[in-house]
């Protein structure tokens, strides 16, 4: 049985401007209109790709249906013109908009990083479509100091004269991804990177995404413990890397003592921020979470 990708996208408005924004299709040519959904929103940096390696083997094994959105800005998707609204609020509203325009009653979701925090978002509204929710390497407090080190590279918009100068970064840059092959490595950088009519390459992001991790933009802590992880009700799993600077175990414990209760939890050494989910020990457990028990019984 083929597996059929398809880059598909829809129209969405915000401020002033309709955007077009891009996402992938992932099913197999026998999957039945009734199977199950999951979409799959990526960190700050990243873009749909990221979710490869999870998204074949959720349609291949689990006989899911996937999708993965770039959110605006990042991969295929337009950039916004006013750079005021690389937001959480227009991070919301598009992915909403896109669950709307997908139009299937309930889904499941895995969010990275950023993606994680818009899956609190949404979760945590009354009548959400998310059925379950996968929360990679995120949580509802996040340290200052882990913010700080991403504005130390998000939109800096460098440039490579190589490919392999580009890989290069994106290992350094990327680390914490953990102990991926050569052949992981590359399709990171090929998700990554793209060359532009100079021949140079350079990051498939806006640079001004930034702008919201400027130390006049950004307080201290961010705690959303009581505005959204208090308020979520359906059945949630936590991935963690070991060596992560955006959750620590504290988080991991407060998540565990309020809120809605953690149904899985798994933890990956050698890992920093964040899980790549390239590896059946990372993508397995994903699976048997969204196999697991109807979220009724939670």
């Given at each position: 049985?083929?597996?059929?990708?398809?880059?598909?996208?829809?129209?969405?408005?915000?401020?002033?401007?309709?955007?077009?924004?891009?996402?992938?299709?992932?099913?197999?040519?026998?999957?039945?209109?009734?199977?199950?959904?999951?979409v799959c929103v990526h960190g700050l940096t990243?873009?749909?790709?990221?979710?490869?390696?999870?998204?074949?083997?959720?349609?291949?094994?689990?006989?899911?249906?996937?999708?993965?959105?770039?959110v605006p800005g990042r991969g295929e998707s337009?950039?916004?013109?006013?750079?005021?609204?690389?937001?959480?609020?227009?991070?919301?509203?598009?992915?909403?908009?896109?669950?709307?325009?997908?139009?299937?009653?309930?889904?499941?979701?895995?969010?990275?990083?950023?993606?994680?925090?818009?899956?609190?978002?949404?979760?945590?509204?009354?009548?959400?479509?998310?059925?379950?929710?996968?929360?990679?390497?995120?949580?509802?407090?996040?340290?200052?100091?882990?913010?700080?080190?991403?504005?130390?590279?998000?939109?800096?918009?460098?440039?490579?004269?190589?490919?392999?100068?580009?890989?290069?970064?994106?290992?350094?840059?990327?680390?914490?991804?953990?102990?991926?092959?050569?052949?992981?490595?590359?399709?990171?950088?090929?998700?990554?990177?793209?060359?532009?009519?100079?021949?140079?390459?350079?990051?498939?992001?806006?640079?001004?995404?930034?702008?919201?991790?400027?130390?006049?933009?950004?307080?201290?802590?961010?705690?959303?413990?009581?505005?959204?992880?208090?308020?979520?009700?359906?059945?949630?799993?936590?991935?963690?890397?070991?060596?992560?600077?955006?959750?620590?175990?504290?988080?991991?414990?407060?998540?565990?003592?309020?809120?809605?209760?953690?149904?899985?939890?798994?933890?990956?050494?050698?890992?920093?921020?964040?899980?790549?989910?390239?590896?059946?020990?990372?993508?397995?457990?994903?699976?048997?979470?969204?196999?697991?028990?109807?979220?009724?019984?939670?």
């Amino acid at each position: 049985m083929a597996l059929s990708p398809v880059r598909r996208s829809f129209r969405w408005l915000t401020g002033q401007q309709w955007h077009q924004v891009s996402y992938v299709e992932w099913r197999l040519e026998s999957t039945p209109a009734d199977a199950p959904v999951c979409v799959c929103v990526h960190g700050l940096t990243r873009n749909a790709l990221d979710f490869d390696d999870i998204a074949r083997y959720l349609v291949t094994e689990g006989q899911y249906r996937v999708f993965c959105i770039d959110v605006p800005g990042r991969g295929e998707s337009e950039w916004l013109l006013d750079s005021a609204l690389y937001s959480y609020p227009t991070y919301v509203a598009c992915v909403a908009a896109w669950l709307a325009h997908l139009g299937y009653k309930e889904v499941d979701y895995v969010g990275t990083s950023m993606g994680g925090l818009i899956g609190m978002m949404l979760a945590s509204a009354r009548s959400s479509p998310l059925r379950r929710l996968v929360i990679n390497d995120i949580g509802p407090f996040i340290p200052k100091s882990g913010v700080e080190r991403l504005s130390t590279y998000v939109g800096k918009e460098p440039k490579w004269d190589s490919f392999d100068e580009s890989m290069l970064y994106i290992k350094q840059h990327f680390a914490g991804f953990g102990e991926l092959s050569d052949e992981q490595w590359h399709r990171l950088a090929s998700a990554t990177v793209k060359q532009d009519n100079s021949g140079k390459f350079g990051v498939k992001y806006d640079p001004a995404i930034a702008d919201a991790l400027k130390p006049e933009q950004t307080p201290q802590d961010v705690d959303l413990f009581p505005a959204i992880w208090d308020r979520i009700s359906v059945p949630v799993m936590l991935l963690r890397g070991a060596s992560s600077d955006l959750l620590s175990l504290e988080t991991v414990g407060r998540m565990r003592q309020r809120g809605p209760s953690l149904a899985a939890y798994a933890e990956f050494d050698r890992v920093g921020h964040a899980p790549a989910l390239m590896t059946m020990d990372q993508i397995q457990p994903v699976l048997a979470f969204l196999r697991s028990s109807s979220p009724s019984a939670q």
